[in-house]
Structures are given as C-alpha cells and as structure tokens.
C-alpha cells in the first residue's frame, strides 16, 4: 500500500468537504425556498459545484494512486457543466409555460417582458 503524501491528503479532504457542504446547501434551499424556479436555481447550482468537489477529489486521489489515468473523471465534468445548466433553463422554462406561479415576493419576471416584446 503506497503513503499518500499529507498535501494530497489535505486537498482531497477539502475538495470532498467542499463538494459536501454545497450538496447540503442545495438541500437546505429545496427545502427553504418559496418557489419552483428559485428551488431549481438553487439545487442545480449547488448540485453541480458540490459532484465537482467530490470529483475533482476522486480524480486527484485515483490519480495518484495510479487506478484512473483521469479521462472518465474529466468527461464527466465537462458533461455535468454543459448538461446541468442547460437542463435547468428548460426545466424553468417548461414550469413557466406550463402556468407555474412565481412566488408573490418575486419582483421581476424578465421572461413575461421578453415574451411580450418579440410577439
């Protein structure tokens, strides 16, 4: 069994609290928010920098002990950060022409103006 050096040690640590304490938030705001598209905004954002955390760690760890030459890890990073944004715009989007109400605290609805102007 090879010795993980300390630094390693401590990053892969931190990346692993890192990417715990933002998949915690997420569920805090799913849980606490008024509405659909601040739920959705919340737990897509935390969501993707709390799996990037935790795979940034397995990469790191993987790596240096010789188990993933990093290729898997990297591509589902690259998928996560083109798919989660993309996915939660049209899953906003959907809830918004499906009549989904915004919360009444809520001041601006851009989409609504948008909608109007190019009609």
Known sequence: MTEVPYIL????SLLLL????FLLTGSF?????KDVYARMHATTKSTTFGVAGLV???LLYLRYLGLSSGLKESLVL?????????????????AYRAGVSM???GVVDEFKEWEEKNR
């Open 103 to 105: 919360w009444q605290g």
């Open 56 to 58: 940034l760690a397995a």
């Open 9 to 12: 040690d401590v990053l892969v």
């Open 78 to 94: 690259i998928f996560l950060f083109l798919t989660a944004p993309v996915g939660a715009h049209m899953i906003a989007r959907a």
């Open 18 to 21: 890192l990417g715990l304490f």
């Open 29 to 33: 705001g799913l849980l606490r928010l």
